[in-house]
């Protein structure tokens, strides 16, 4: 089994930034694709970014498209999601996942929760004004 901690949420200011990591351990890690999900209060948890592990290749959200940027780390099997100017509405719990096999590597899929495989128990990201 693989298991994901995130770390680096905290409290900031509207138009800060903060880079949260995800480093995974586990035998079968790396897999297809890790994404980075949140949930706000009262929310669903949403899609925010997903990377093809072998060729770093994107998706985003396009709440997060040019403010937020997901990159992986082959030596340090790590995950990080680099958010700039960050709004009151980045409010959320962070989530990385990892789709072992890449069952969600399709534009119309990216987003769909359930073809992820493992996930970690979050980070909380506040944004104050």
């Known amino acids: 089994q693989v298991q994901l901690v995130e770390s680096g949420g905290g409290l900031v200011q509207a138009g800060d930034s903060l880079r949260l990591s995800c480093l995974a351990s586990g035998r079968t890690f790396p897999p297809y694709s890790m994404g980075w999900f949140r949930q706000a209060p009262g929310k669903e948890r949403e899609f925010v970014a997903a990377i093809k592990w072998s060729d770093g290749n994107t998706y985003y959200a396009d709440s997060v498209k040019g403010r937020f940027t997901i990159s992986r780390d082959n030596a340090k099997n790590g995950v990080y999601l680099q958010m700039n100017s960050l709004q009151l509405e980045d409010t959320a719990v962070y989530y990385c996942?990892?789709?072992?096999?890449?069952?969600?590597?399709?534009?119309?899929?990216?987003?769909?929760?359930?073809?992820?495989?493992?996930w970690g128990l979050g980070t909380q990201v506040t944004v104050a004004s």
């Open positions: 996942a990892g789709d072992q096999l890449g069952s969600s590597w399709y534009p119309y899929r990216i987003a769909q929760q359930e073809l992820y495989d493992y």
